[in-house]
């Protein structure tokens, strides 16, 4: 169960206005041509007193003028490309962030020089530990870690790269800067330190069950902190936190319902049927649960369909836009160069209405369950009352009717 949703956010350059034309003033024909200005004047820079001031040093000046105008563009694009952009997040303030290729370039370099390089760092037990069986030498030791092996059979790593990540949160789910961000199956942790290092949102955490992979994500938090502060950004390192274990554990669960934007990688259907234990609630349950309860206008990224979210009830909750990555956007398909699908849910609504008897349900009703609430999917009135005798029913059958 693991994954690695970021890019730079460029200030708009207004390309600098040319200077105004200059007011030629008409002269009375000649019957010679006039002469051409001579030292400075050729080159449009005479003085205003001048009277040889003809159209053609006039054009002079104006191309002079976009010709500076260039200049400083491509001298603003170079500043941006070398991460001296800033983004405004709050008046009278303003936050750095890296562009994703420094982030990129960063990254590349650490896993290389203290992780033998990406084939090395995932390759290695700590990482693929949990793979084929979860154990419980593969989670850590808090009691809900624990009581995930109880319903969980099998973890998975795949990383999904910079340009997915760019793609998925930035383009498809428009995390912004005033937003927060969680990461469910966060691995060795990229996709969260990129997020935090190129959108600079106000909070970014990823949540991991395997030890290994948690353990490399803060040895990366830790080299990522000594790099911003270097870099004078200290103030995003703040922003970045790990947790290790399971994300249906109620306070990491009330952290993850509190992001604007949800990143879960279930590629492969590692969060359905095959994971789970006979009798268990699948993970991808729980995250429709989780996203019912997060607020209107919040996002959910995923690898696979929730189907759970797609039950015809929801259809007013929840708008689902369909995506395709760049070929070998993730590290199963970059050998194959593969296109990888994935999906963005955006919570549009709190509540759905029977079409039946008109009664009003929300998403989510309290539950006996250790979870204590599960997806309210069923109408309250027809579920208890499916013949529809009872006094309620009638009512808002007539009602229904008498709006008609």
Known sequence: MSAGKGSSSKRIVSKTKSPSPLVVSKVKPSPSPPKRPKGDAAFGNASPSSSNRGPSSVSKRHRAGQDRAEKADCADQEQEEDGQDEEECSPGRRRSVFTLKQFQLWLDKEVEENFNGWNGLERSKKVTDGNKKLEAKHVS?????????????????????????????????????????????????????????????????????????????????????????????????????????????????????????????????????????????????????????????????????LTDLEHPHFAPCFERRDYLSEPGATSWTEVSQKQTKFFCYTKVGEQWTCSRCTCVNTLLRPSRSQWGESLHDTCEICEGDPAGHRKAYSIRSRLNKSSQ
């Open 141 to 305: 030791s808090q009691a809900g870690s624990k009581m995930a092996l109880k319903t969980m059979t099998k973890a998975q790593y795949g990383r999904a790269k910079y340009t997915f990540v760019q793609q998925a949160v930035v383009t498809a789910a428009k995390l912004q800067s005033h937003e927060k961000f969680a990461d469910i199956g966060s691995g060795i942790g990229t996709v969260v330190l990129q997020v935090a290092a190129t959108i600079g949102c106000v909070s970014s955490i990823g949540v991991e069950l395997c030890a290994g992979r948690h353990e490399i994500a803060m040895q990366l938090k830790e080299s990522f902190n000594q790099w911003v502060v270097a870099k004078d950004r200290g103030e995003l390192a703040d922003r970045v936190e790990f947790f290790s274990g399971d994300f249906r554990e109620h306070a990491i669960f009330s952290k993850c319902r509190d992001a604007d934007v949800l990143f879960v990688n279930n590629a492969e259907s590692i969060f359905g049927m095959r994971s789970v234990a006979e009798g268990s609630y699948t993970l991808d349950w729980h995250v429709a649960r989780l996203a019912c309860g997060m607020r209107v206008g919040s996002r959910v990224v995923t690898f696979e369909a």
